[in-house]
């Protein structure tokens, strides 16, 4: 299915974003809150995933005030240095120009800036900086408000599944739809790492199926291994988590993939497009490589010197290379067939050197 259609073509000046339904898969390095609180380390991220051939760098914008209480507690006990999950997000955002030199950078190198908000606040401040296209976490589908806000924009949404029943998804991906914004819909398992198990590759054609847009993959198994077998599928879209070590300090990179992984994972996802952008007919392939076979196959041959009227004999006959004369699968019309002319040990029969052969 092509999904560049008017419902779904994405309005960008970027081409990985302009190529979205053409068979070219969008692939998001996901930053998430591996940054820690790092301004530094944020430009770092821009540029190991600009370097390793990705098309965008995600981050999240947080407003702890906006999104959160301070009685919110950890999900998962990973901080030493934040009291509550509150402080965390606290620590961990950036100002409005930290996020238009983040934007800038990442327009530099020439990767799409995306960001996910957790609140409305969070949409206008990166509606302020300018981003191409939204990516609405799993845990916020269900937030109307703020998926209401972010049409508002008319910029392209991709939708995580990850906490979804298909009742809410098929919900948010209608509400999304009634506007008229083009919409993607990414299978995605709340699991850190995600085992092969959970990871629920059936889903991404069955989205297709189901909602005719765009359909992807929000990985967290710290693989390359579903991506690449999501792109062999068709998908249009593979977000992973990117770590610049797995030693790093962080919730997300036990989930994430190394730069030098994410680059063999572009490759091969290059690879794959290129595969599937051109399916093989394999009668013209044999033509092609006719010369070829003419080396590799063989012919009937005589074993000895013979004169001329012959009457060949299984024991004067063998099978050898190359294949330029008459084909082994008739060596049965040559046996008792008398000789035209003289032959040399390992002289390769030709049909015209064969009485009654043509």
């Known amino acids: 299915m092509t999904l560049s259609d008017s419902t779904m073509s994405a309005p960008s ?50 407003i702890a005030e906006a999104e959160s209480t301070p009685a919110e507690p950890f999900r998962v006990a990973f901080s030493k240095q934040d009291a ?24 530099e190198r020439g990767v799409l800036f995306i960001s996910s908000p957790f609140s409305n606040e969070a949409v206008d401040l990166l509606e302020r900086v300018g981003q191409p296209l939204w990516k609405i976490a799993s845990g916020e589908v269900s ?12 910029a392209p949404v991709l939708l995580s599944t990850g906490m979804s029943p298909l009742a809410e998804t098929d919900a948010a991906v209608a509400r999304v739809k009634s506007k008229g914004v083009p919409v993607g819909v990414l299978q995605c398992t709340t699991a850190y790492p995600c085992p092969p198990e959970r990871v ?6 069955f989205y297709r199926q189901r909602y ?3 359909v992807g993959l929000s990985d967290h198994s710290a693989t390359i291994y579903p991506g690449l077998a999501g792109v062999a599928l068709g998908m249009d879209v593979l ?7 797995r030693q790093m300090f962080g919730p997300d990179v036990i989930a994430s993939v190394t730069p030098a992984e994410l680059k063999d994972l572009v490759a091969g996802i290059r690879f794959i497009e290129r595969m599937r952008a051109n ?40 099978i050898k290379k ?37």
């Open 13 to 62: 000046a970027h081409p990985a974003l302009a190529a979205l339904g053409s068979g070219r898969c969008l692939v998001i390095g996901e930053v998430a809150l591996s940054h820690d609180g790092s301004l530094g380390l944020a430009h770092a991220f821009v540029d190991a995933i600009a370097d390793a051939g990705a098309d965008a760098v995600k981050f999240q914008t947080h």
């Open 239 to 245: 977000e992973l988590h990117v770590a610049l070590s």
């Open 212 to 214: 005719g847009c765009w």
């Open 279 to 318: 399916p093989l007919d394999k009668d013209e392939s044999a033509k092609q490589t006719a010369p070829l076979r003419r080396l590799f196959t063989r012919s009937v041959v005589v074993r000895e010197p013979l004169p001329a009227g012959t009457v060949l004999q299984p024991h004067q006959l063998a």
């Open 143 to 154: 937030n109307t408000r703020l998926l209401d806000r972010v049409l508002g924009t008319r």
């Open 84 to 107: 509550t999950r509150y402080d965390y997000w606290v620590r961990m955002a950036f100002n409005e120009d930290e996020w238009r030199g983040l934007a800038a950078h990442c327009r």
């Open 200 to 205: 629920g590759l059936n889903l991404v054609p």
């Open 322 to 358: 190359p294949g330029t004369g008459i084909s082994p699968d008739r060596l049965d019309e040559v046996v008792g067939r008398r000789l035209l002319r003289d032959v040399a040990a390992d002289d390769v029969l030709m049909p015209a050197d064969v009485e009654g052969l043509s």
